[in-house]
């Protein structure tokens, strides 16, 4: 009797240990740009149009419980290599992970959203704040959605 409870506890702590192995698996998504937009803002004029200066489709490659980010684009030969390396934040109320780059290479951020699986890239210049230039500030957004590939 003894030697079955302490396999039965046994079981239980593998399977618990097990468990929390998993808040730690990574998570990849293939994603899709939707609507691509540039812009600059300078004094009272502003300019708007389509654009391809993020790419049409990447992948986001989670891992360490989403605080870390690796965007990964498609090359000349169709295969996928990393670009760029986030560090996350997960807001629990909202599902949301706010990703901020971690280099100067890479100056864009990303927001995605664990419900609905829509993402948002935006890049903002700080010319204006920085009084750089003729004061021009240029815009970057696109708004997507990801599937899992898991």
Known sequence: MKKLITLLLLFILIKTAMGQNNLYLDNNYECLTETRVSGLFQSKRKFLKETEFF???TTFNFSKN???LTEMESNKEKKYEAKYQFQCNKKK???LINCEPTDN???Y???LSLDTLRYRKILITDYWLDGIGKEV???H???GYCYSID
């Open 105 to 107: 290479n890479n100056t």
């Open 137 to 139: 500030d240029y815009l």
């Open 55 to 57: 790419p049409s489709k």
């Open 141 to 143: 957004l696109a708004h």
């Open 109 to 111: 951020s990303i927001v």
């Open 93 to 95: 109320k909202l599902e």
């Open 66 to 68: 989403h605080s870390l």
